[in-house]
């Protein structure tokens, strides 16, 4: 009978054989994948042979004394170990997690702009697990997908609706305000109209300036603002708004701690407009473990600390 890849049922596969079929792909050849997987040639050769009836492929060709891989092998070659990692670590059962001995690696990706949690989070970390390391990831459209891979232990984002692929909890909410340098003249007389004379400052959205949820708002109003420049980082906001009349409005988190440093003013938006929500994300199969829920705890922690 033949086989196609979509005739091919995941309750008829042995993962056993995908082992075997790794090994051989490695190994290219009977007696060495034998040796490594300690059973007998026969057995290997009996496995191969299950292995092309299934795949309707030869998956590997005698080329003199060795094996090389088809087409269709050199396919499984790629696939299969990044595979049966995600298997193994999908059935493995967890092992205990120490934070005071724990040297693991901790892997966060958010926007730049909730950088003001991480030195709390750092200094929280630090007290209660000296040996393990934060790593932030950047925050990107593929963020999810990699979250759900098991790319991040978690990812802190703008609060979107729940997927099969991650769980979300609400984590806090930050009102928007408008930064701009000390004296400026927007402040003197402030309204909608104040706001919208000078020209705005704008974060990481290049491919559509004036774009945003800001600029629909105020459309309703009649109004169009100016963006004067667009920056990638919100790290780069503060030198700029200090030295110019340009203006940024943010929600509050992104810039409250430059703010100070760099002798800004702030206010609240001469306009309504609904707070920021950001959630914590993780893996809906892959963050059940301890770890990643000491990890979670300790991100909340140190969000209710700002």
């Not at 007998?40 to 090389?68: I, P, Y």
């Not at 459209?141 to 802190?156: F, I, P, R, Y």
Request: net charge neutral; charged share 25%; aromatic share 8%.
């Amino acid at each position: 009978m033949k086989f196609t890849m979509k005739e091919i049922q995941l309750s008829k596969i042995d993962l056993n054989l995908l082992v075997v079929l790794d090994v051989l792909l490695r190994e290219k050849s009977v007696t060495r994948a034998a040796d490594r997987l300690n059973i007998t040639s026969s057995a290997v050769s009996h496995a191969l042979k299950r292995l092309r009836t299934l795949f309707d492929n030869e998956l590997l060709v005698r080329d003199g004394r060795r094996m090389v891989p088809t087409a269709r092998g050199e396919e499984l070659a790629k696939a299969l170990p990044i595979l049966l990692v995600q298997v193994t670590q999908t059935l493995a059962t967890s092992e205990a997690f120490n934070p005071a001995t724990s040297d693991r690696v901790f892997r966060l990706s958010a926007p730049d702009f909730i950088s003001p949690l991480i030195p709390i989070l750092l200094n929280i970390l630090a007290k209660e697990a000296p040996h393990v390391r934060l790593e932030l990831m950047s925050y990107s459209k593929t963020a999810v997908t990699e979250l759900s891979q098991g790319q991040h232990d978690a990812l802190v984002a703008p609060t979107l609706r729940q997927s099969h692929e991650v769980r979300s909890e609400r984590i806090g909410a930050w009102y928007w305000q408008v930064f701009a340098r000390k004296n400026h003249p927007v402040f003197e007389n402030w309204s909608l109209e104040s706001w919208a004379q000078f020209p705005h400052l704008q974060v990481g959205m290049s491919s559509s300036p004036g774009r945003g949820p800001i600029d629909d708002k105020i459309a309703k109003f009649g109004m169009v603002r100016q963006i004067g420049a667009v920056i990638p980082q919100f790290s780069m906001a503060a030198p700029i708004l200090a030295n110019t009349d340009m203006l940024l409005s943010v929600p509050s988190m992104a810039m409250d701690a430059a703010a100070k440093v760099y002798e800004l003013e702030q206010r609240d938006l001469p306009f309504e407009f609904d707070p920021l929500e950001l959630s914590l994300f993780r893996s809906a199969t892959l963050g059940d473990r301890r770890e990643i829920d000491w990890f979670h705890e300790r991100v909340k922690l140190a969000v209710q600390s700002l």
